[in-house]
């Protein structure tokens, strides 16, 4: 069975930092690429990182670029997000996603259950 399990979601003050992990199981890790959604309230999902399956390329939405960084271990089988300058429009449930062949390219096929971030004062 694939299972995402993400976790270190929370409050934070706006300029503050978190970091999201997502423990991942039942698929060969290092063979898949990975990523992060997110979906703020009464909002459509948007797609915040993808990293490759080596670890190598990564891209990000223009609305994180330069604040965000995903990360991953394949040795750990798990991936990470570090959120830092955070602002309330982050505020958002974060979604850890596999995508459904090897390559993002054939779509995100397996996601977490979520973890809530709410950046307010």
């Known amino acids: 069975e694939i299972r995402l399990v993400e976790s270190g979601g929370g409050l934070v003050q706006p300029g503050g930092s978190l970091r999201l992990s997502c423990a991942a199981s039942?698929?060969?890790?290092?063979?898949?690429?990975m990523g992060w959604v997110r979906q703020a309230p009464g909002k459509g999902l948007e797609w915040v990182s993808v990293?490759?399956?080596?670890?190598?390329?990564?891209i990000y939405a223009d609305s994180v670029k330069g604040r965000f960084t995903i990360s991953r271990d394949n040795a750990e089988n798990t991936q990470a997000l570090q959120m830092s300058s955070l602002k309330p429009e982050d505020t958002a449930v974060y979604y850890c996603?596999?995508?459904?062949?090897?390559?993002?390219?054939?779509?995100?096929?397996?996601w977490g259950q979520g973890t809530q971030v709410t950046v307010s004062s």
């Open positions: 996603v596999r995508s459904t062949g090897t390559d993002i390219a054939t779509g995100l096929g397996y």
């Open positions: 990293i490759s399956s080596g670890g190598g390329p990564t």
């Open positions: 039942g698929f060969r890790f290092s063979q898949y690429d």
